[in-house]
């Protein structure tokens, strides 16, 4: 199972098969990093009023923080 709870399977080009639990009116389908940030190092996102970033580090991993 992944760190979400979902145990879904997920390629890179999205959905591996109809064999998912996840329903999927409630999660999006897979996005690349890149088509979000594109050459950009962080995405400020609006959540409930709220804003929080989505940063790719130095070591290249994703954080989201508010």
Known sequence: MSPSGCTAQVSHDGWNGPGTDLKKDRVAMPVDSDTLLGK???LPIWHQGQLYRLQIRRQ???ILTK
């Open 60 to 62: 290249g991993k994703l």
């Open 40 to 42: 950009h190092k962080e």
